[in-house]
């Protein structure tokens, strides 16, 4: 058989596509696994924080220093993010971000290990 005369070569086989939503989860999963916060930056979460704490950027900040070692350029960030005093330890664990988060993190815990490694 001619593989091209086959019918739909060169085309993606249904079975591998994939929903957006999908694809999304798959990259959680991965990102779970390597201890990468996956926080998709939707922002949702920082609009009724009654600390005003800017989650997803001290999320990001983490994510830096987990995923690619970037210890000082990591903390550089937290530094800057937190200047105004509003940091990571500022959480008073009402729990409102983590009833609206779409992707269900542990904020609160999150954040108290955020807290832990740039607040020493
Ligand atoms: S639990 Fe902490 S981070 Fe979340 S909304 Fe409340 S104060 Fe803000
Ligand atoms: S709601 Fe969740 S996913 Fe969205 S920015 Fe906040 S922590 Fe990240």
Redesign the pocket.
Known sequence: MHIAKQKGCGKIPPKARFTQQEIIHKAQKIMGASGI??????????KGCPQQIP??DI?ASMNKRIGSGQLDESQADYDKLTASGISASSCIECGQ?EN??????S?IDNLKECSRTFEK
């Open positions: 916060i996956p926080c998709t930056a939707c922002r949702y979460c920082t989650i997803p999320f971000c609206v988060c779409p992707q269900h993190i904020i």
